[in-house]
């Protein structure tokens, strides 16, 4: 149950990271890059795929056998 709180705490940080980004896209802000907020979200993608792998592998979470 805990894989759960923390892959969708994970999924919370992505889009606030999407959405500091856009702010700053947005405010065309040359002071701060927008960069850094996006590779925290692409960085933040490939933990929540590791850690599904190793869930899965683990037998902590189980996929759907029948994907219908």
């Given at each position: 149950m805990i894989i759960k709180f923390v892959i969708g705490g994970l999924l919370i940080f992505m889009i606030v990271s999407l959405f500091q980004a856009m702010l700053i896209m947005?405010?065309?802000d040359k002071s701060k890059s927008m960069t850094k907020?996006?590779?925290r979200r692409v960085l933040t993608s490939a933990i929540i795929v590791i850690i599904m792998l190793l869930a899965v592998a683990t037998g902590l979470?189980?996929?759907n056998p029948k994907p219908y």
């Open positions: 947005i405010r065309n907020y996006i590779g979470i189980e996929p």
